[in-house]
């Protein structure tokens, strides 16, 4: 066996942790294996059903005939998911023994920390209608393996935003918030429902978007399941004028520039909170002269990260002399979504200059980033 036995130990801790319900393997590496295997919690015993193509064998094991079958069943198979009573995970169990020890490490060390795994504010396991609507859950409240994704992102962006609503609902009765870039409206969607139905408020939720076959998607589903306080609106963000301006603005993986768009229109609007997650930054890598650090700029890879970076930095320094009080952080595992950046942002309304540090980089580049451009020729910067 090429694993080290700690892997199936923490596997096992999960599995007889308490508010365990059931394990699956699945997704086989080998021609001989299972096409799954399925442990269900029967309280003090465990139900094993190994799927084989035909027909289904079925056992019942006792907590400490469980290492060996963890230790038959992890070379089978590529991943596991772990189903507890409020929360659910997915593990790889990759070719890699270091990478399925580290993901089933990080899930042993939740579970003893906490004793559960926190729960997501949309739990797998309840088919939320929009979750349903929207393709990422079925009837029965599973995931789709497609969708996992999109559905942590989700949970995560909104489990991270929850100091800026807790900030606003301190200050307003009624809230308005705006979606830039909402797409199919996995988030615009989750936001509403979390407003109105978990946290009973009075809030509207406008998605926008470019493309309208994605709006008039969003719009069928909104109607289907009368949300009235949730609006899509065909129109590009930096086009989009309303008679009110919001107090939150969203934008997750708002597509390159989309992000700079987003940002100048919260702040020509004075909105209150701003909280996105950027995507895909193609501008200030190519302007960036090599010379600037050749330690980092000759390497192609190193470039492209280098520049995101600096396109995340100077978005932040120019919110702040815009008088926001800017935080970033990762809001979402990597393996979820490499572009885990989250900016947040509360108006403090101290305008300032543009940091002396901001302006010796700038100096380099010859155009720097879309959002200095928007705002110098506003006069907001
Ligand atoms: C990567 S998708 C993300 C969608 C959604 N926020 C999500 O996370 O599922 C980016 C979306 O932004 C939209 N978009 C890009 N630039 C835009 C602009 N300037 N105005 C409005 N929408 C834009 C695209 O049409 C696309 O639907």
């Known amino acids: 066996m090429n694993r080290s036995p700690s892997t199936c130990e923490e596997l096992v801790a999960c599995i007889s942790a308490e508010g365990f319900c ?41 907590h400490e005939e469980l290492l060996p079958l963890v230790l038959r069943s992890i070379p089978l198979f590529k991943q596991v998911d772990l189903f507890f009573a409020n929360a659910s995970c997915h593990l790889c169990l990759s070719s890699d023994p270091w990478k399925s020890t580290w993901n089933a490490t990080a899930v042993h060390k939740q579970l003893l920390t906490h004793n559960r795994i926190k729960p997501y504010l949309f739990p797998e396991g309840e088919a939320h209608p929009f979750l349903c609507a929207l393709g990422v859950m079925d009837r029965k409240g599973a995931v789709k393996a497609a969708m996992r994704r999109k559905f ?36 615009t969607f989750a936001l509403a429902t979390l407003l109105h139905e978990k946290l009973g408020l009075d809030a509207e939720v406008i998605g926008i978007d470019s493309r309208d076959d994605v709006i008039s998607q969003c719009r069928s589903v909104r109607d289907e399941l009368s949300m009235p306080y949730l609006d899509f609106r065909s129109a590009s963000i930096g086009s989009f004028e309303d008679a009110l301006a919001p107090d939150l603005l969203i934008a997750l993986h708002a597509c390159n520039t989309a992000t700079d768009v987003a940002l100048f229109k919260a702040v020509q609007w004075n909105t209150e909170a701003i909280a996105v997650a950027p995507c895909c930054q193609h501008e200030l890598a190519p302007m960036i002269p090599a010379a600037l650090c050749p330690l980092i700029f000759d390497y192609p890879i190193f470039a492209q990260k280098a520049a995101a970076l600096l396109t995340d930095a100077f978005r932040c320094e120019l919110l702040s002399a815009c008088g926001y009080t800017v935080k970033a952080s990762e809001f979402v595992d990597p393996d979820h979504t490499p572009k885990n950046i989250l900016l947040k942002a509360v108006r403090n309304g101290k305008r300032r200059p543009l940091q002396p540090e901001f302006c010796k980089l700038r100096h380099h580049l010859p155009s720097g980033i879309l959002l200095e451009r928007l705002l110098v020729e506003k006069g907001l910067v």
């Open 152 to 187: 942590v992102q989700i949970n995560a962006f909104l489990e991270a935003i929850g100091d800026l609503l807790d900030h606003l609902c301190g200050q307003k009765r009624s809230l308005r918030i705006v979606d830039a870039g909402c797409g199919k409206g996995y988030l």
């Open 22 to 62: 059931k394990a699956v393997f699945s997704s086989k590496k080998t021609s001989f294996s299972p096409r799954k295997v399925v442990v269900t919690s029967l309280g003090q015993r465990l139900k094993v059903e190994s799927f084989q193509t035909r027909r289904c064998l079925t056992s019942v094991l006792s």
